[in-house]
DNA sequence: TAGTTTTCTTGACCTAGGTCAATTTAAAAC
DNA sequence: GTTTTAAATTGACCTAGGTCAAGAAAACTA
């Protein structure tokens, strides 16, 4: 019955995402409406730099990287997405391109609403489009966080507060990090072997146990004394 | 008559900001009535990081800078308000202190609206959340392409885009920074003494000529090619 | 289970750019 | 004007972390 799941995903995009909480159950239907679901296997891309943005995208199960293809060539995760976050920004608004790419890491449903449908439930729904004002402010709010930590402080702070914020999320203190070494450098703005050698670094100093991608916290507040 | 500007500010304030743009002139009615105007003296504070974040201030006539301070002590540009733009994100959802400085560079005057009217206002006006939404939109693709930036590229290259992007801005190729240099230091992720040293390599490289904050663009294919 | 591919780790090396300090220049105040 | 204060420049130095290369260890695949 793994289907089940998956005939629950319509459903499931209206509960897991913030911007459609707290509406009222007509504007509801209507997004169960237009909403269509789609179904990505790890490694498929759900768009390429290039595409025309015309779709906002919701998690509803699995997990996806964003990134860009800086000039020289670099690669550079812009971010996770996570079961209910959604990607709209460069959808919902004029005859963009996407200049991002986004990639399954999992298996991953996704639910899509087209630009269109989209602009106009906004219109039609003024709680909606407050709730996606305070959305994005967030993710603006987060964005310029980053880019002052990226500009301010070490890798090995990076690192740290990576770390703690993954062991937060997660709830424990031992747990497989969620990416590989390459994504998780990309998004931290460094490469997979200074990963290596931070997290050697911080196993000699006993702040954590590590192997491979498995991590135990072993003192935190060590770790938040480097951020 | 110095004064009769000022009288001006509130309509300026609708007519400048791209949010207020076609929206139907009842609802322009009721911004203009809740558009509280402000002055700020070069080098006063608009708002310092741990007031409450409960205004939307829009850029009248000026300019003004926003900045973090980073865990360590470093100061860290975010943006700078130009004209028409307006400060919002953090402003418009829950009640948040702001995490950010910001500071009036000269003579500024700004349009200022409380949370809870804006909140309203959007909730009355469609179009008005959809422009918001499509404004915020604009910010995060920006904010995500600066990460990658800061990220990937190197200080040259960002000084040299920067440049470009001020040159292209004031539509001349010989300009005066509209930035002290240890404020476009903070901006770029980089510092005062770098900044300097850059520009001389530039202009020994026959790119530019330089003298303190005056700057002649001489060569911007080869700029470019720093990028 | 062996073979293939990808990821991770470690060492050796190097350089962009940060830091500190001393002048010079420019701007503000008097 | 002269004095004070802030900003910009330049030199000397140093280090975080990037690059390249070679093994080791996982992760798939057939």
């Known amino acids: 019955m793994v289907k089940l799941a998956h005939e629950h995903t319509n459903e499931d995009c209206l509960k897991l995402v913030t911007i459609f909480q ?37 998690v509803a199960h699995g997990q996806a990287k964003v990134y860009q293809i800086a000039a ?18 460069a959808a919902l608004f004029e005859n963009n391109d996407r200049n991002s790419f986004a990639q399954a890491l999992m298996d991953t449903d996704v639910c899509m609403i087209s630009r269109t449908d989209f602009q106009q439930l906004m219109t039609d729904s003024p709680k909606l489009a407050v709730n996606m004002v305070n959305a994005f402010g967030q993710r603006i709010t987060q964005l310029e966080q980053q880019n002052t930590e990226v500009t301010t402080s070490s890798v090995e702070s990076r690192l740290a507060s990576y ?55 072993l003192d935190s507040d060590g770790l938040s004394m480097l951020v």
């Not at 498929?44 to 779709?55: M, N, R, V």
């Not at 709830?171 to 460094?190: S, V």
Request: charged content about 30%.
């Open 72 to 89: 020289n060539g670099k690669e550079q995760m812009i971010r996770i997405l996570q079961t209910g976050d959604f990607d709209g920004e």
């Open 163 to 217: 770390l703690l914020e993954t062991s937060a999320g997660l709830n424990d203190e031992r747990f497989t990090l969620p990416l590989k070494k390459k994504d998780i450098a990309t998004y931290l703005g460094t490469t997979p072997e200074t990963i290596s050698r931070k997290l050697t670094k911080m196993s000699d100093d006993n702040l954590l146990e590590n192997k491979g991608l498995k991590v135990k916290i």
């Open 22 to 58: 707290s509406l009222p159950e007509k504007d509801l239907k209507r997004v169960s409406e237009i909403v269509s679901e789609h179904h990505f296997r790890g490694g498929e891309f759900l768009y390429h730099a290039g595409d025309s943005a015309d779709t906002l995208m919701i």
